[in-house]
């Protein structure tokens, strides 16, 4: 059977359309939404109503069942148009009334704290130059990174301090080019011109990744709880929260070495070296995932569901609460750190493995 097309004639079909809505005393409009039915209403249903009325060819006998087939299928519109405005009222209503219970993603935003304890909220800042002195500029850029140059041939060693909230994420650049990527949470301090005692310095509180330019003449150290990591040039994250039993380091390119309580060890790309305590262990591992958050995605594997909104309470800013013991199921997945914290939920509830509610910026995750 040939297929009634609706984009056919489209202005009496819409009349139709919306003389049947006023006889069924329907008070909509034919809005965007509504033409959007219009188009989308599955061929199926209007092959029923053909065979309803008998049309065998709509080709040969297109324009003397034109107005009948047309009536028909405005027949089926109303009642789509019916169940949509009644699920498109109830969804809106369902909104407004969900808005405060439902919270936003994170975004950027960090503050700088310089070595006079000024601290520059860099949300707030324009962009341009922040700082200029002691050889050092600061700028600000079009992009929102916070970029380093070396103005002088003598800097300064004062420390800075980039630290990111609860819901925050920060690039920094310093004076070699290193690029910094910071997680939310956690803190980064470097001296001002970067290089000490022929090394380049800097401390980690949180997670970060890194991009480092080589240099062979100046090995370029982190570091953060229990750990230093030693490179010349390379791309690695560090996830080492306070609080966290594991201090995690991922290799992604290049080689690090990683000493801890006079052990060290060397990386490889996809390894990831797990500090438990006083243990170390190195395995192997797909390094894009523990660099996921900053490509704008969480990505769980073999998680359970403390760990999860461990990760979820330092982007969206919330308190966690549990009723009874929560599931001890290890889960897995991506999804995108964009979505409102419910979404994020919701994908995690599929799974039968828990419920949740939010009050405020509180989240109580139940069996």
Not at 110 to 137: S, Y
Not at 174 to 184: C, G, H, I, M, Y
Not at 298 to 307: A, C, D, V
Not at 327 to 351: C, D, N, P, Q, Y
Request: hydrophobic share 35%; net charge negative; aromatic share 8%.
């Amino acid at each position: 059977m040939n297929h009634f097309h609706i984009a056919e004639d489209e202005e009496l079909l819409r009349k139709m359309v919306a003389d049947a809505l006023a006889q069924e005393e329907v008070k909509v409009s034919i809005t965007p939404k509504i033409e959007e039915i219009v188009h989308k209403v599955d061929e199926n249903l209007f092959e029923q109503i053909f065979d309803k009325k008998k049309v065998i060819s709509i080709e040969r006998k297109r324009f003397r069942y034109w107005k009948e087939v047309v009536s028909a299928a405005a027949i089926v519109i109303v009642m789509l148009s019916g169940i949509y405005v009644y699920r498109f009222s109830v969804h809106e209503t369902s909104e407004v009334a969900t808005i405060p219970q439902d919270i936003k993603p994170g975004g950027e935003g960090a503050t700088l704290t310089l070595a006079d304890g000024r601290r520059i909220k860099l949300t707030d800042a324009k962009e341009g130059q922040i700082v200029n002195e002691a050889g050092i500029i600061v700028v600000k850029a079009a992009n929102g990174e916070l970029v380093y140059k070396i103005s002088g041939t003598k800097t300064s060693n004062e420390i800075n301090t980039l630290s990111t909230n609860n819901g925050e994420t920060y690039t920094v650049v310093l004076p070699d080019k290193s690029k910094v990527w910071l997680n939310a949470a956690s803190s980064l301090s470097y001296t001002t011109g970067l290089i000490v005692d022929g090394k380049r310095h800097v401390k980690l509180e949180g997670e970060a990744y890194f991009e480092i330019s080589k240099d062979s003449q100046h090995p370029f150290i982190v570091e953060c709880e229990k750990q230093q990591i030693k490179v010349l040039g390379t791309h690695f994250n560090i996830s080492s929260y306070r609080g966290d039993d594991e201090v995690k380091t991922t290799l992604l390119e290049g080689s690090i070495k990683l000493t801890s309580n006079q052990i060290e060890r060397i990386l490889k790309p996809n390894q990831q070296a797990v500090l438990t305590g006083d243990q170390l262990k190195v395995e192997e591992v797909d390094a894009t995932d523990a660099v996921a958050w900053k490509n704008g995605y969480f990505s769980f594997h073999k998680n359970e569901i403390t760990e999860i909104m461990e990760e979820l309470k330092r982007w969206y800013d919330i308190d966690v609460s549990y009723q009874g013991s929560p599931s001890t199921v290890k889960m897995g997945g991506s999804i995108a750190r964009s979505e409102t914290l419910s979404e994020v939920l919701k994908a995690f509830e599929s799974t039968g493995q828990l419920k949740y509610k939010i009050e405020g910026r509180r989240v109580v995750i139940m069996r």
